[in-house]
């Protein structure tokens, strides 16, 4: 094994663009590796010339026949499924018919050799829904190279000014910033400003409401995330559903301590020395976890959530390399799957 092929279907997604790049470049002296967006919705595969194909886009009954006609074009070669979008908070917030959604997930991951799910949250999901037997599924979870960000100082808020909080990533329900906003309409300006840095269908929305509040404001894409880190005491991660979540690991390798939302895969990501929990779509619960955080040592805070990433992005390399390994050497063995 030599060459891994990763599909994608859409390069404007920034958490799993970010870490196919970082992935590549780590392990560049190892391994061969592609990148290919595609269009799944139109079932037919590019050409394959690498031993290993990896798919990143979420599933869905229309690209099941994409999925299908990747099978039987690498039929020779190992693919692996990895799970980025569907958890159990997705499902409850966003499924109606659930026997059909967990169906669908059933035949698009039967299609694959290995399942990587990139949460122990969303491991667990997948194997109380029944989606996938669970010696078919390995967890990795997500990393980005984040180097830059381990030298920035540690906070040093201070009780004269309002507590600087920082939420970014995309502009859309799953994130929850409404949700934040709201939450800050209940807490004073001069014991907290919230910046909001992202894009999305929601910016409008985002930005009407922000526009009538003198605590919060809400700033586009972020382009420098050492400068906009630097400047926050702490980040707020309130999202509805969220497999993993790298805002919470860079956030902690800044040194930042984190609020999230008490769902899938974040909540993986905290321990009480660096943060606190809060449950979803709870404004009021969260206003009062944002004040608690002025009550607290921001900077022993901090220096706990930079230890806690620390070899994360090597582990994360380690394990990717492993799994390629395993997956060539367990495809051989196996009949290929069917529909």
């Given amino acids: 094994m030599n060459s891994v092929l990763h599909l994608i279907d859409d390069d404007a997604v920034g958490g799993v663009t970010r870490m196919l790049g970082d992935q590549s470049n780590g392990l560049k002296d190892r391994l061969t590796i592609r990148h290919t967006l595609v269009r799944p919705r139109n079932p037919l595969p590019p050409g394959i010339a690498e031993d290993i194909v990896a798919v990143h886009f979420t599933a869905s009954w229309s690209k099941l026949p994409f999925l299908a006609l990747l099978r039987a074009q690498c039929a020779d070669k190992p693919i692996l499924f990895v799970e980025h979008s569907y958890t159990r908070s997705f499902e409850e917030h966003c499924v109606s018919d659930k026997a059909r959604f967990r169906r669908m997930l059933r035949l698009a991951y039967r299609l694959a050799d290995t399942v990587v799910a990139v949460s122990e949250g969303q491991a667990a999901w997948i194997e109380d829904a029944g989606l996938a037997p669970s010696h078919k599924v390995r967890i990795i979870p997500p990393a980005t190279d984040c180097d830059q960000l381990v030298d920035i100082p540690l906070p040093s808020p201070c009780s004269s000014r309002p507590l600087q909080v920082l939420a970014y990533g995309r502009f859309s329900r799953q994130k929850g910033f409404d949700v934040l906003l709201e939450a800050f309409k209940r807490i004073p300006a001069e014991r907290a400003f919230l910046t909001v840095a992202g894009y999305g269908e929601d910016r409008d929305k985002l930005t009407s409401t922000a ?96 230890q ?4 994360h992005y090597a582990r994360h390399l380690a394990a990717w390399s492993d799994l390629l390994c395993a997956a060539e050497d367990a495809h051989r063995h196996q009949p290929t799957p069917a529909c």
Avoid: F, H
């Fill in 308 to 311: 806690s990433t620390r070899n």
């Fill in 211 to 306: 526009s009538q509040m003198d605590n919060a404001r809400i700033v586009g894409r972020v382009s420098n995330l050492t400068q906009i880190l630097s400047a926050a005491d702490i980040v707020v991660i309130p999202s509805r559903w969220e497999a993993y979540g790298l805002v919470g690991l860079e956030a902690r390798a800044a040194a930042r301590p984190i609020i999230v939302s008490a769902v899938d895969g974040l909540c993986e990501q905290l321990a009480s020395s660096y943060g606190a929990t809060s449950p979803a779509g709870n404004p009021a619960q969260l206003a009062n976890a944002i004040l608690s955080m002025r009550e607290r040592d921001l900077a022993a805070m901090g220096a706990a959530a930079r």
